[in-house]
T-cell receptor, first 112, second 113 residues
Framework: RKEVEQDPGPFNVPEGATVAFNCTYS??????FFWYRQDCRKEPKLLMS???SGNEDGRFTAQLNRASQYISLLIRDSKLSDSATYLC?????????????FGTGTLLAVQP | GAGVSQSPSNKVTEKGKDVELRCDPI?????LYWYRQSLGQGLEFLIY????????KSGLPSDRFSAERTGGSVSTLTIQRTQQEDSAVYLC???????????FGQGTRLTVV
């Protein structure tokens, strides 16, 4: 099993829709995880940091499901500007390592 | 602002030449990462430095690739005898300590012709 797996998409959704992405990972005791956003031909930028089981920031909610070993990102009321690739970094990079291992990313396209 | 700085931003080199890519992390950050991203692909982990510990080199694709970090700050990624398949964007990131959020530089776009 890969350390980190994401559905590559693309997710094509209309403006105002709610969309959710999952990211599965290998076993880890840590709880910290991160979601990044990467626009086309740009570097990844931190979207959310979570040091507990979940976090909510405006339209964005991130959650950790330790039993099923996945993290999720929920975006409510999608905007055109949310169109990007979303990259996950699960707890302890997805395994018993110290390095940050990124998922391959999920492409979101919000359409008018 | 004092973000992660990478140089050069673009590099075109001939096949077989050596190249050096530089990364200046955020001041005080002890962890530094190098990644490679080919067009349309995800981030491929290359190497990770944490303080004075031995680096995790498990992602380096071949012995043509090496990296060092001097004085716990600036890092240089060296690719010897470049090949066309080395063409990609090389991204550097730093974080305060391990397992905390990392911040990226704008990357070096390497093209091997």
């Amino acid at each position: 099993r890969k350390e980190v797996e994401q559905d590559p998409g693309p997710f094509n959704v209309p403006e105002g829709a709610t969309v959710a992405f999952n990211c599965t990972y290998s076993n880890s005791a840590s709880q910290s995880f991160f979601w990044y956003r990467q626009d086309c031909r740009k570097e990844p930028k931190l979207l959310m940091s979570v040091y507990s089981s979940g976090n909510e920031d405006g339209r964005f909610t991130a959650q950790l499901n330790r039993a099923s070993q996945y993290i999720s990102l929920l975006i409510r009321d999608s905007k055109l500007s949310d169109s990007a690739t979303y990259l996950c970094v699960p707890p302890e990079g997805g395994g018993a390592t110290n390095k940050l291992i990124f998922g391959t990313g999920t492409l979101l396209a919000v359409q008018p | 602002g004092a973000g992660v700085s990478q140089s050069p931003s673009n590099k075109v080199t001939e096949k077989g030449k050596d190249v050096e890519l530089r990364c200046d992390p955020i001041s005080g950050h002890t962890a530094l990462y190098w990644y490679r991203q080919s067009l349309g692909q995800g981030l491929e982990f290359l190497i990770y430095f944490q303080g004075n510990s031995a680096p995790d080199k498990s992602g380096l694709p071949s012995d043509r690739f090496s990296a060092e970090r001097t004085g716990g700050s600036v890092s240089t990624l060296t690719i010897q005898r470049t090949q066309q398949e080395d063409s990609a964007v090389y991204l550097c990131a730093s974080s305060l300590v391990r397992n905390t959020e990392a911040f990226f530089g704008q990357g070096t776009r390497l093209t091997v012709v």
